[in-house]
């Protein structure tokens, strides 16, 4: 209390100083117009600064709970999409439904290997099961392989040991998606008859025949292809769309005929 | 009350109603107005206490602001010259400054030109910002207060040679 005291007596002149200075601040703001006008633009000034400088702060220490709220947006968003793409694609409904849609972090990921795996923080209690398509946003990442309880892993494209039903967008003409365990940014499109009409830029998605994807969901698209290949087929490599090194959010997502279909091909 | 004081707070009144009653009519080529009250705040003694000086700065300002109109800018001009001399002291006559009544007589010419044109100068520069109050007005305050600088400037240093010679 002592020293607090001693401070103001210490700096008294400033004090009376800064009284003063307000008190005449204050006389000039109500009996002159232009200085009335000025200082609240001043005034306008700082507050908006000072509010934006609070603002960015406060946004910045409510990102993960912004984050939570974008990928629940981003769910409710993929379902109508779904619903969506269920009512205007009449050639065949059921194809491109999806059933289940689970949001997911990933909490380990590796694009170094040869059989790279990812792991997410969702596991059997949140409903996930064996051999369910992940997706990230828009595009293909891999299939559940192993659950535990609270976590399940992921074989992911780059993973010599995936192949994944792909199309041609342009031509519909169907091949299969596998890494050759190289390059983390290509993957090779295989089974294209060399018969089929290709251009580097064409886009890759999937092509609906398999239990984990719907159709069209995308890829990636061709970066370069080789025709000289004896055996007839084309050797595409394909560009993916997403930097698997920087997966965050995944979605593991269910066909919804795939008990239907599953149980057609065990009678 | 010592025969000093009396003596002082006499020759503020007189400097301050000289102010009111002739300098705030007169206006030097058009332009320039004479403020000769900032001769108090120069003069003012060094041993008197420093917070009684920004009240005295505060209290002169606001008549002089009543007297013609001028909404606070003299105030804010008289009390931040009042708050600042302390430092021009310092800056203009360097170790002398804390010697009392040091100041005006037996320190160098040069050290008195320099504290007197920079209370000066400072002053009408915060009263020119306030008066123009705007951005684009910048080199007329520079200039307006670069003129009333120096025709005050010779003015209050008239006046205190007739005081102290006195």
């Known amino acids: 209390m002592q020293s607090i005291i001693n401070s103001i007596i210490k700096n008294r002149n400033l004090i009376i100083y800064i009284f003063l200075s307000f008190i005449s601040f204050n006389y000039l703001y109500n009996n002159s117009s232009v200085h009335y006008s000025g200082l609240g633009k001043v005034g306008t000034f700082i507050s908006g600064s000072t509010s934006n400088i609070f603002a960015y702060i406060n946004s910045y220490f409510s990102l993960r709970q912004e984050n939570n709220k974008l990928i629940a947006e981003n769910l409710e968003l993929k379902k109508i999409e779904s619903q969506f793409i269920n009512k205007s694609d009449t050639r065949d409904i059921s194809e491109s439904e999806i059933d289940k849609t689970i949001s997911a972090k990933v909490i380990l990921n590796s694009i170094n290997k040869s059989k790279n795996i990812i792991v997410i923080n969702k596991g059997k209690l949140s409903g996930i099961t064996s051999e369910m398509g992940v997706i990230s946003s828009k595009v293909v990442v891999g299939i559940i392989k192993n659950l535990t309880d609270n976590y399940s892993s992921i074989v992911s494209l780059l993973n010599t040991d995936l192949k994944i039903n792909a199309v041609l967008k342009n031509s519909s003409t169907i091949g299969s998606i596998s890494w050759n365990g190289l390059d983390p940014r290509i993957v090779q499109l295989n089974d294209i008859p060399l018969s089929s009409s290709i251009k580097v830029g064409d886009t890759i998605e999937t092509g609906g025949m398999s239990f984990y994807f719907p159709k069209g969901i995308p890829i990636g698209i061709i970066e370069d292809y080789n025709n000289t290949s004896l055996e007839g087929y084309y050797s595409i490599d394909v560009s993916i769309f997403i930097d698997f090194s920087s997966l965050s959010n995944l979605y593991v997502i269910e066909r919804t005929d795939n008990d239907e279909i599953k149980s057609l091909l065990n009678e | ?166």
């Open chain 2, 1 to 166: 009350m010592n025969r000093e004081l009396v003596k002082d707070i006499v020759l503020s009144l007189v400097i301050i109603l000289s102010q009111l009653m002739i300098f705030n009519h007169l206006y030097l080529f058009g332009t320039v107005n004479t403020f000769i009250y900032i001769s108090l705040f120069i003069l003012y003694k060094t041993t008197y206490d420093k917070t009684y000086l920004i009240l005295f700065g505060f209290l002169v300002g606001l008549i002089i602001d009543l007297s013609l109109q001028t909404y606070g800018t003299h105030t804010l001009a008289s009390i931040t010259v009042c708050y600042l001399r302390e430092r021009i002291e310092k800056y203009s006559f360097g170790v002398n400054s804390v010697l009392p009544l040091a100041m005006i007589r037996g320190t160098r010419i040069t050290n008195r030109l320099t504290y007197f044109y920079l209370i000066i100068f400072l002053h009408l520069l915060i009263y020119f910002s306030l008066t123009f109050f705007k951005f684009e007005f910048i080199l007329t305050i520079f200039l307006y207060t670069l003129i009333n600088s120096i025709v005050n400037f010779i003015i209050i240093w008239i006046v205190s040679k007739l005081i102290f010679d006195k």
